[in-house]
T-cell receptor, first 113, second 114 residues
Framework: KAGVTQTPRYLIKTRGQQVTLSCSPI?????VSWYQQTPGQGLQFLFE???????NKGNFPGRFSGRQFSNSRSEMNVSTLELGDSALYLC????????????FGPGTRLTVL | AQTVTQSQPEMSVQEAETVTLSCTYD???????LFWYKQPPSRQMILVIR??????QNATENRFSVNFQKAAKSFSLKISDSQLGDAAMYFC???????????FGPGTRLSVLP
């Protein structure tokens, strides 16, 4: 069974632009969570989607948004990029919403110049 | 809010030796899960081991085992017979029983010396 895939793997943007990242969960998994990883803040939870609905949201500004499609694929969007948004964005999927194990994708490395 | 602490930013171990990574957490919940994830330089996070808080028996996965002390809120990872491929960042993570998002510790970078 294929793992969690994320596209693109690397992205360079400039301040003020917006970006969309994509995540395809493991086949059959319906829950997708997003995390931001930076050297200073570590791994921080962004949001979780299940059945096309956002179920949980971390402490991030409204510039960060996401959605989930009927096939469980998810996208996250960051508008008006700031330098501090440079990070590795990780997507994780699990079978059930309350399933206790999340499986992570390889991440998208976003650099904001 | 729950917090996870890993007091050892870096550790090293000789190949074939045993190393223990520390993790403590703070929670008022009684039902939760604890995890150790490994992140090699390739950046893919990999689940190493998980522990259900209601289970007293410590989880074991091949060369990896945990020492779960619920009262002390401690969850250490022991790696036996260390291999070069064990070199990675190790993250301790907490998830309450009815919540989906994980709370991660800051990580411990493990080096394995030949």
């Amino acid at each position: 069974k294929a793992g969690v895939t994320q596209t693109p793997r690397y992205l360079i943007k400039t301040r003020g632009q917006q970006v969309t990242l994509s995540c395809s969960p493991i086949s059959g998994h319906r829950s997708v969570s997003w995390y931001q990883q930076t050297p200073g803040q570590g791994l921080q939870f962004l949001f979780e989607y299940f059945s096309e609905t956002q179920r949980n949201k971390g402490n991030f500004p409204g510039r960060f948004s996401g959605r989930q499609f009927s096939n469980s694929r998810s996208e996250m969007n960051v508008s008006t990029l700031e330098l501090g948004d440079s990070a590795l964005y990780l997507c994780a999927s699990s079978f059930r919403r309350l399933s206790d194990t999340q499986y992570f994708g390889p991440g998208t490395r976003l650099t904001v110049l | 809010a729950q917090t996870v602490t890993q007091s050892q930013p870096e550790m090293s171990v000789q190949e074939a030796e045993t190393v223990t990574l520390s993790c403590t957490y703070d929670t008022s919940e009684s039902d939760y899960y604890l995890f150790w994830y490994k992140q090699p330089p390739s950046r893919q996070m990999i689940l190493v081991i998980r522990q259900e808080a209601y289970k007293q028996q410590n989880a074991t996965e091949n060369r990896f085992s945990v020492n779960f002390q619920k009262a002390a809120k401690s969850f250490s990872l022991k790696i036996s017979d260390s291999q070069l491929g064990d070199a990675a960042m190790y993250f301790c993570a907490y998830r309450r029983a009815y919540g989906q998002n994980f709370v991660f510790g800051p990580g411990t970078r493990l080096s394995v010396l030949p």
